[in-house]
């Protein structure tokens, strides 16, 4: 007699993404895991992206669509947990897609470790071409203060959503910031730290499409406040209840503003609540390098390095429009870019 699988439950929110949709949602119906609930979240997309949710229902039982107005990502995936009736949760952003073997893969793995949450691997596909994120083998076994630690390295481990197999009840009291971008700092994070054992398979099963028109590459002065507003707000819920992770917090508050001063020096108007903001975490980021420089610039290589002395020295110079400075590291998207310090930011 077969033992019938755990539900696991798919949540996809969908928003213009007519282009793509059909792929991602072709590479979720032919998982060799079959038992899955798969939620889509219509997010009042302008598109036919509603139209092509309601075909792929018709031909598939498992699929429910949730037509819904516009509010954006993090409260259609809040939407799309609270429908959720599998013992797991996974996400899929309607752009990417992943291995038929995804979950079957990672379902396997969470029940023999008899782990919380299960992490895998992850192609960056630029231009048609599938570059595997991180070069790490095989299975490795965390606990909550050491998969914490990474997150905050941000190297190894993201706080992506979607790369991930989660135990349903670690979202009973967490859920997504509603009306921010960069959701995931402001959520992985906690869920996380609800963990006794986080299993990690560098296997690469999910396809992470690099879009050029994606909020990644294409930030506002509204994105850059909301990031730069969920990292200050996790830095002082670690820096409150953590105190083994000091250097770690730290390190990625710093990593932050030089992403923060990157992308504010790419816009052509930078407004006061910006201004306000950068000066505020500059003037955070410089007390903590000169309590502890040494050991806040080891995390840094030497381009970096670099960088962030420039950076927390910008208030004592008179920097010239046309002079050239390597900013940040972006997060993994274009580690060695170089730009223009926008003249909007000299007298920050």
């Given at each position: 007699m077969s033992v019938k699988k755990d539900l696991i439950s798919i949540i996809i929110p969908v928003y213009k993404v007519e282009k793509y949709l059909e792929k991602c949602l072709q590479s979720v119906i032919h998982q060799t895991y079959q038992n899955l609930q798969i939620i889509i979240i219509d997010d009042g997309s302008p598109d036919n992206c509603g139209k092509i949710c309601d075909q792929y229902a018709k031909l598939d039982s498992r699929i429910e669509v949730i037509h819904k107005e516009n509010q954006g990502l993090s409260a259609a995936r809040n939407l799309g947990i609270s429908k959720a009736k599998g013992k797991y949760i996974g996400f899929v952003d309607s752009d990417d897609w992943i291995s038929e073997h995804m979950y079957?893969?990672?379902?396997q793995i969470i029940t023999e470790k008899k782990a919380d949450v299960c992490i895998c691997n992850f192609y960056?596909?630029?231009?048609n071409e599938n570059k595997i994120k991180n070069a790490n083998k095989g299975i490795q076994e965390y606990n909550k203060l050491q998969i914490l630690k990474e997150v905050l390295l941000d190297k190894k481990i993201q706080s992506y959503a979607w790369n991930k197999l989660y135990k349903r009840e670690l979202f009973n009291e967490v859920q997504y910031p509603v009306g921010k971008k960069y959701e995931d700092i402001g959520t992985t994070f906690y869920v996380l730290e609800q963990c006794d054992k986080i299993v990690v398979t560098g296997e690469p099963e999910y396809y992470?499409?690099?879009?050029?028109?994606?909020?990644?590459?294409?930030?506002?002065?509204q994105t850059i406040l909301d990031y730069m507003e969920l990292v200050n707000n996790r830095y002082d819920y670690i820096e409150k209840r953590y105190k083994e992770l000091k250097k770690y917090n730290e390190y990625y508050l710093a990593k932050i503003l030089l992403t923060a001063y990157s992308d504010a020096s790419g816009l052509e108007n930078i407004g006061e609540p910006l201004k306000r903001e950068l000066n505020q975490m500059h003037k955070k980021v410089?007390?903590?390098?000169?309590?502890n420089e040494k050991e806040i610039y080891s995390f840094f290589g030497k381009k970096q390095q670099k960088?962030?002395?420039?950076?927390?020295?910008?208030?004592?110079k008179k920097?010239?429009?046309e002079k050239m400075i390597a900013i940040a590291d972006k997060?993994?998207?274009?580690?060695?870019?170089s730009i223009s310090m926008n003249p909007q930011l000299e007298s920050i």
């Open positions: 079957e893969h990672m379902h960056n596909v630029i231009e992470y499409f690099n879009r050029a028109d994606s909020i990644v590459n294409h930030n506002t002065e410089k007390g903590i390098v000169q309590e960088q962030l002395i420039e950076l927390l020295n910008i208030s004592k920097m010239k429009k997060t993994a998207v274009n580690p060695s870019m």
